[in-house]
């Protein structure tokens, strides 16, 4: 069994800073690609972030130069620094971490989803 467990987000301004952390535990073998997306209300979920386990990450074009995406590998976690935040940056926020877990017949992958957090920007 995984878990993952978010914090941060919250109601803040238009320009404000937010970040957002998310921690894995459990039977974790290697944790592997991890990322954030987010679903505002009436629209699909859709990626924000994404890092490798080797630290190359990418972007949404719509928060390119805003957000950072990074990782702790030692910790199990990773973060997003969000800058400059906009009102259309209002979502659900979601990490979505892909784990290699060690079973009696062998090492599999699985995604795992964190439970959200919302982050509402607004005047």
């Known amino acids: 069994q995984v878990q993952l467990v978010e914090s941060g987000g919250g109601l803040v301004q238009p320009g404000d800073s937010l970040s957002l952390s998310c921690a894995a535990s459990g039977n974790i073998f290697r944790v592997n690609d991890m990322g954030w997306y987010r679903q505002a209300p009436g629209k699909q979920r859709e990626l924000v972030a994404l890092?490798?386990?080797?630290?190359?990450?990418n972007y949404a074009d719509s928060v390119k130069g805003r957000f950072t995406i990074s990782r702790d590998n030692a910790k199990k976690t990773v973060s997003l620094q969000m800058n400059s935040l906009k009102p259309e940056d209002t979502a659900v926020y979601y990490c979505?971490?892909?784990?290699?877990?060690?079973?009696?017949?062998?090492?599999?992958?699985?995604?795992?989803w964190g439970q959200g957090t919302q982050v509402t920007v607004s005047s």
């Open positions: 979505k971490v892909i784990v290699t877990v060690r079973t009696t017949s062998g090492y599999p992958d699985y995604n795992y």
């Open positions: 890092i490798t386990s080797s630290g190359s990450a």
